[in-house]
C-alpha cells in the first residue's frame, strides 16, 4: 500500500486499526451497558409512543 | 453518454424499482406515527450502521471527494479521522443516553431535558429553515448527474431526484430510509469493490504511485499538511458529532448497544469508501492526468475505465447516496414542522400527525425546487454554512446538556444564539486563521452556556431523571420511602 505514497499506506494501516479498536472497545463496554437500567421502563415508552 | 446504453439504463431502473418495494414493504409495517419516525426502534446494528454511514456521505463524497484525490493525491484522505473523532464523540458522550431516552426527535431531547418549549421551538425553527434551503445544493446534484448521464434537462433530473425520494419517505417513512440507505450502502461497497480489481488490471499499484509522481511529486506526498488536516479534523468532526440527521438514527435502534455497534458498523463501511475513493482517484490521474476539471473524473472513470455494468453501478452509488442524504433531511423537517412547531400548539391525535408529517414531507420536498431555480444568495449561503451553523448551534446544547447536570434552559438557549452568530460573524469576518466558523462558534456556546447556566435555575429531577441514571435512582428511593 505504500507504492501509492505514504500518506495512503499509512492511512490505510490507520482506518484498520481504528475500526478494529473501536469494535473491542464497543463489545466490551456494550456489556457493560446492558446491565445498566434504561431511561423509561417499557411502560411509560409504550404509553408515549402510543402503542 | 448513458443515455442510449441499455445496461445502465436498465440499472437505474432496477435500484428505483427496489426502493419503490422497500418503501411499500415499510409502509405497510408502520402503524402510526411513532413507526413512522422512528421506524418502530428495531433497526439492528449493520442496519444502523449502513444508515448513518450512508445519510453522512453524500454526492460530494464521490464527486467532488474523488475529484480532489484526482487533483491533490492521497493525503486529502486523513480529513476521515477527523470524522471519526465526531463520531467516537458521538458513541462516548451522546448516544447511549439518546437511544435510551427513546424520544422522536432531536428538538423533542431540548424540551425534554431543559423542560423548555422555547428551546425546542428555537431548535425546531433552525433545523426546518437550514435543512430545508440545504435540499436545494442536493438537488441540483441530482439534476446535474441526470443532465451528465442522460443529457436531460436540469430540472427532469431534479424531479426524477426528489419524485422518487418523496415517494418512498411519505410511505415508508423512516423504516424505507434505513432500508434504502442499507441497499445504497451495500451498492457504494459493491461497485467499488469490483471497480479496483477492474482497475488494478490496467496499472499496478506500482505504476499509479510512478505516474502520479512524476506529474507532482506532492501527489504521493503531504499535499495538505498538518494544519491542513487539524482544521479539517474540527471542522468535519464538530460538524457530524450532533448533526439531527444523524442524530435521529439514534432513535430508530433498539438500544444503546446496537447505536454502539452500528457506529462501528458505519466505520468499517467509510473506511471502505474513504481508501476506495483515495485509491480510484489517484488512479484516475494516472490514466487520465489532463482532465478539464477535478470534478468530471469520477464520471469518466466510470464511462471510459470501467465495464458499463460496474461503472454503472458506481454511478448509481452517486445517486444513492444522494436519496439517502435527502431522505434523511426530508424526514428530520417534516418532523421538526408537524411534531415539534405545530404539534405543541395544537393537539392532534397520532394518525392526524401521521398524515400531516407525510403532507410535510410532500410540500419541504418540493420548497427546495423552488429555490433551486430562483437561485437566490441567500439560498447558496445557507448551502454553504449549514454545517458549520447547525453544529454551533446543537453541538454544545447535547452534548453538555447529556452530561452536565448543571446545563440549564436558559443555558441552552443562550449557547445555541451565541454559538450560532459567533459562526456567523466568524464566517462574515473572512474566516481569520483559515478555521472554520464551527470552531468558534462551539467554543462560544460552551463557554455562554456554562455562564448562563451557573446563574439560572436547573430543570427539575424529573427532568434529569431521563438522562442521569442517579437521579433515577434518588427518585426510586424518594418514591420508595416517601416519609423521609
Same mark, same amino acid.
Given at each position: 500500500?505504500?507504492?501509492?505514497?505514504?500518506?495512503?499506506?499509512?492511512?490505510?494501516?490507520?482506518?484498520?486499526?481504528?475500526?478494529?479498536?473501536?469494535?473491542?472497545?464497543?463489545?466490551?463496554? $456494550?456489556? *457493560? #451497558? %446492558?446491565?445498566?437500567? !434504561?431511561?423509561?421502563?417499557? $411502560?411509560? *415508552? #409504550? %404509553?408515549?409512543?402510543? !402503542? | 453518454?448513458?443515455?442510449?446504453?441499455?445496461?445502465?439504463?436498465?440499472?437505474?431502473?432496477?435500484?428505483?424499482?427496489?426502493?419503490?418495494?422497500?418503501?411499500?414493504?415499510?409502509?405497510?409495517?408502520?402503524?402510526?406515527?411513532?413507526?413512522?419516525?422512528?421506524?418502530?426502534?428495531?433497526?439492528?446494528?449493520?442496519?444502523?450502521?449502513?444508515?448513518?454511514?450512508?445519510?453522512?456521505?453524500?454526492?460530494?463524497?464521490?464527486?467532488?471527494?474523488?475529484?480532489?484525490?484526482?487533483?491533490?493525491?492521497?493525503?486529502?484522505?486523513?480529513?476521515?479521522?477527523?470524522?471519526?473523532?465526531?463520531?467516537?464523540?458521538?458513541?462516548?458522550?451522546?448516544?447511549?443516553?439518546?437511544?435510551?431516552?427513546?424520544?422522536?426527535?432531536?428538538?423533542?431531547?431540548?424540551?425534554?431535558?431543559?423542560?423548555?418549549?422555547?428551546?425546542?421551538?428555537?431548535?425546531?425553527?433552525?433545523?426546518?429553515?437550514?435543512?430545508?434551503?440545504?435540499?436545494?445544493?442536493?438537488?441540483?446534484?441530482?439534476?446535474?448527474?441526470?443532465?451528465?448521464?442522460?443529457?436531460?434537462?436540469?430540472?427532469?433530473?431534479?424531479?426524477?431526484?426528489?419524485?422518487?425520494?418523496?415517494?418512498?419517505?411519505?410511505?415508508?417513512?423512516?423504516?424505507?430510509?434505513?432500508?434504502?440507505?442499507?441497499?445504497?450502502?451495500?451498492?457504494?461497497?459493491?461497485?467499488?469493490?469490483?471497480?479496483?480489481?477492474?482497475?488494478?488490471?490496467?496499472?499496478?499499484?506500482?505504476?499509479?504511485?510512478?505516474?502520479?509522481?512524476?506529474?507532482?511529486?506532492?501527489?504521493?506526498?503531504?499535499?495538505?499538511?498538518?494544519?491542513?488536516?487539524?482544521?479539517?479534523?474540527?471542522?468535519?468532526?464538530?460538524?457530524?458529532?450532533?448533526?439531527?440527521?444523524?442524530?435521529?438514527?439514534?432513535?430508530?435502534?433498539?438500544?444503546?448497544?446496537?447505536?454502539?455497534?452500528?457506529?462501528?458498523?458505519?466505520?468499517?463501511?467509510?473506511?471502505?469508501?474513504?481508501?476506495?475513493?483515495?485509491?480510484?482517484?489517484?488512479?484516475?490521474?494516472?490514466?487520465?492526468?489532463?482532465?478539464?476539471?477535478?470534478?468530471?473524473?469520477?464520471?469518466?472513470?466510470?464511462?471510459?475505465?470501467?465495464?458499463?455494468?460496474?461503472?454503472?453501478?458506481?454511478?448509481?452509488?452517486?445517486?444513492?447516496?444522494?436519496?439517502?442524504?435527502?431522505?434523511?433531511?426530508?424526514?428530520?423537517?417534516?418532523?421538526?414542522?408537524?411534531?415539534?412547531?405545530?404539534?405543541?400548539?395544537?393537539?392532534?391525535?397520532?394518525?392526524?400527525?401521521?398524515?400531516?408529517?407525510?403532507?410535510?414531507?410532500?410540500?419541504?420536498?418540493?420548497?427546495?425546487?423552488?429555490?433551486?431555480?430562483?437561485?437566490?444568495?441567500?439560498?447558496?449561503?445557507?448551502?454553504?454554512?449549514?454545517?458549520?451553523?447547525?453544529?454551533?448551534?446543537?453541538?454544545?446544547?447535547?452534548?453538555?446538556?447529556?452530561?452536565?447536570?448543571?446545563?440549564?434552559?436558559?443555558?441552552?438557549?443562550?449557547?445555541?444564539?451565541?454559538?450560532?452568530?459567533?459562526?456567523?460573524?466568524?464566517?462574515?469576518?473572512?474566516?481569520?486563521?483559515?478555521?472554520?466558523?464551527?470552531?468558534?462558534?462551539?467554543?462560544?456556546?460552551?463557554?455562554?452556556?456554562?455562564?448562563?447556566?451557573?446563574?439560572?435555575?436547573?430543570?427539575?429531577?424529573?427532568?434529569?431523571?431521563?438522562?442521569?441514571?442517579?437521579?433515577?435512582?434518588?427518585?426510586?428511593?424518594?418514591?420508595?420511602?416517601?416519609?423521609?
Amino acid at each position: 500500500v505504500f507504492e501509492l505514497g505514504v500518506p495512503f499506506g499509512a492511512f490505510v494501516i490507520y482506518a484498520v486499526v481504528w475500526v478494529i479498536g473501536y469494535f473491542v472497545w464497543a463489545s466490551r463496554s $456494550g456489556r *457493560r #451497558a %446492558e446491565e445498566a437500567p !434504561g431511561v423509561h421502563d417499557r $411502560g411509560q *415508552r #409504550a %404509553e408515549r409512543d402510543g !402503542g | 453518454v448513458f443515455a442510449d446504453n441499455p445496461v445502465f439504463i436498465g440499472l437505474v431502473l432496477a435500484y428505483f424499482a427496489v426502493l419503490i418495494v422497500l418503501s411499500i414493504w415499510s409502509g405497510m409495517q408502520t402503524k402510526g406515527l411513532s413507526d413512522y419516525l422512528t421506524a418502530g426502534r428495531s433497526i439492528g446494528s449493520v442496519v444502523g450502521g449502513a444508515s448513518l454511514a450512508a445519510t453522512q456521505m453524500s454526492a460530494g463524497t464521490f464527486v467532488g471527494t474523488i475529484g480532489v484525490h484526482y487533483l491533490t493525491g492521497a493525503s486529502f484522505a486523513w480529513l476521515w479521522p477527523g470524522l471519526w473523532l465526531g463520531w467516537l464523540v458521538q458513541a462516548l458522550f451522546v448516544a447511549p443516553k439518546f437511544a435510551t431516552f427513546g424520544g422522536r426527535t432531536v428538538p423533542e431531547y431540548v424540551r425534554m431535558r431543559y423542560n423548555s418549549p422555547t428551546a425546542s421551538r428555537i431548535a425546531a425553527l433552525l433545523i426546518l429553515v437550514a435543512y430545508t434551503v440545504y435540499l436545494t445544493a442536493q438537488y441540483q446534484a441530482g439534476g446535474n448527474i441526470f443532465q451528465t448521464l442522460f443529457g436531460l434537462p436540469f430540472l427532469y433530473g431534479v424531479l426524477i431526484t426528489i419524485g422518487v425520494t418523496i415517494l418512498f419517505v411519505i410511505v415508508g417513512g423512516m423504516r424505507a430510509t434505513a432500508y434504502t440507505d442499507f441497499f445504497d450502502a451495500l451498492i457504494m461497497i459493491g461497485c467499488f469493490l469490483a471497480a479496483i480489481p477492474i482497475v488494478l488490471l490496467h496499472l499496478s499499484p506500482e505504476q499509479i504511485g510512478n505516474i502520479t509522481r512524476s506529474l507532482d511529486p506532492s501527489l504521493t506526498g503531504w499535499y495538505y499538511g498538518v494544519k491542513d488536516i487539524i482544521g479539517f479534523a474540527l471542522a468535519f468532526g464538530l460538524s457530524i458529532a450532533t448533526a439531527p440527521y444523524e442524530l435521529a438514527r439514534l432513535y430508530t435502534m433498539r438500544n444503546a448497544r446496537v447505536v454502539r455497534m452500528a457506529i462501528g458498523w458505519s466505520f468499517v463501511i467509510q473506511a471502505i469508501v474513504a481508501i476506495s475513493v483515495a485509491f480510484l482517484g489517484m488512479s484516475t490521474r494516472a490514466m487520465f492526468p489532463y482532465l478539464p476539471t477535478p470534478d468530471v473524473a469520477s464520471t469518466v472513470l466510470s464511462i471510459d475505465a470501467l465495464p458499463p455494468i460496474v461503472g454503472g453501478l458506481v454511478l448509481i452509488a452517486v445517486i444513492g447516496a444522494i436519496t439517502s442524504t435527502v431522505s434523511g433531511i426530508m424526514m428530520v423537517s417534516a418532523a421538526a414542522l408537524t411534531y415539534d412547531l405545530v404539534g405543541g400548539v395544537f393537539r392532534m391525535s397520532d394518525r392526524a400527525q401521521l398524515w400531516a408529517t407525510r403532507f410535510a414531507v410532500l410540500v419541504l420536498g418540493v420548497i427546495p425546487v423552488f429555490l433551486a431555480l430562483q437561485q437566490f444568495e441567500l439560498v447558496q449561503f445557507v448551502v454553504l454554512l449549514q454545517a458549520s451553523l447547525v453544529a454551533s448551534f446543537f453541538f454544545a446544547t447535547v452534548v453538555i446538556g447529556l452530561n452536565w447536570k448543571g446545563a440549564t434552559a436558559y443555558g441552552a438557549i443562550a449557547s445555541m444564539i451565541v454559538g450560532f452568530g459567533a459562526a456567523l460573524g466568524w464566517y462574515f469576518a473572512g474566516e481569520p486563521f483559515g478555521l472554520d466558523p464551527v470552531v468558534p462558534g462551539v467554543a462560544t456556546s460552551f463557554v455562554a452556556f456554562w455562564l448562563v447556566s451557573r446563574l439560572t435555575a436547573v430543570p427539575s429531577r424529573e427532568n434529569l431523571a431521563l438522562f442521569f441514571p442517579e437521579e433515577r435512582r434518588v427518585m426510586r428511593q424518594a418514591q420508595a420511602s416517601p416519609e423521609t
